[in-house]
Nanobody
Framework: QAQLVESGGGLVQPGGSLTLSCAAS????????VGWFRQAPGKEREFVAG????????KYADSVKGRFTISRDNAKNTAYLQMDSLQPEDTAVYYC????????????????????WGQGTQVTVSS
């Protein structure tokens, strides 16, 4: 059965860094587009970053552009989200998601376009 499992979350001070991992099993990651989403308490789930299948060209939310980097290692069936210059506003549960569809740019930000979801990992940015 296909699964995505996030890891790497934790507590960091403002300005610090974290790297999140999304390990895939039961599927070949090279055949999937990958999206990272986050959800803070009392707020809607929002798009953070994504890469389409095959090309892997990245798209970022304006709020994280220049600070976060999405990547993948297809040989390891693992996607990553490198987060630098973290701010308290980045505090949320972070989820990775996969889709077999080759999404147009405007669709990459929509959670309903993704077929598989991980369980989430908590990121807390606080002094």
């Amino acid at each position: 059965q296909a699964q995505l499992v996030e890891s790497g979350g934790g507590l960091v001070q403002p300005g610090g860094s974290l790297t999140l991992s999304c390990a895939a099993s039961g599927l070949t990651l090279d055949n999937y587009g990958v999206g990272w989403f986050r959800q803070a308490p009392g707020k809607e789930r929002e798009f953070v970053a994504g890469t389409r299948r095959s090309s892997g060209y990245p798209k970022y939310a304006d709020s994280v552009k220049g600070r976060f980097t999405i990547s993948r290692d297809n040989a390891k069936n693992t996607a990553y989200l490198q987060m630098d210059s973290l701010q308290p506003e980045d505090t949320a549960v972070y989820y990775c998601a996969g889709t077999t569809s080759y999404l147009i740019l405007s669709s990459m930000t929509r959670a309903d376009q993704y077929n598989y979801w991980g369980q989430g990992t908590q990121v807390t940015v606080s002094s």
